[in-house]
């Protein structure tokens, strides 16, 4: 971000109305998932949460589609961890091969 920038996303921080708490946990689900991407994934954290804020508050990105979306992935993991899960059993009954 930019000087220009920063001034900006502190305006943003400083004026917001709502619920800040709200605004810091969506933001962290938010980072979380950006982390996931390529684009983001070598960031330093601090870099990744000020751009998730700054999608917030900017309203690049809704709290539904937040939440969507960190919905929509987590059940992807559970159900890779449990298919990795059943994958390990089946293998574990297999007689051993000589």
């Known amino acids: 971000m ?10 943003k921080l ?3 109305d709502g619920d800040r708490y709200d605004v810091v946990v969506l933001a962290s689900i938010w980072a979380k998932e950006l982390k996931k991407k390529d684009e983001y994934k ?3 954290n601090a870099v990744v949460i000020k751009v998730a804020l700054d999608d917030i508050l900017s309203n690049r990105v809704s709290k539904d589609e937040v ?8 059940e992807a993991e559970l159900k ?3 298919e990795a899960r059943k ?7 297999e007689p051993m091969k000589l």
């Open 42 to 44: 070598n960031q330093p």
């Open 87 to 93: 994958e390990a059993e089946r293998k574990a009954k």
């Open 2 to 11: 930019s000087v220009k920038n920063d001034k900006e996303f502190d305006a």
């Open 67 to 74: 939440l969507r979306i960190s919905k929509e992935n987590l």
């Open 80 to 82: 890779a961890q449990e």
């Open 14 to 16: 400083m004026n917001f």
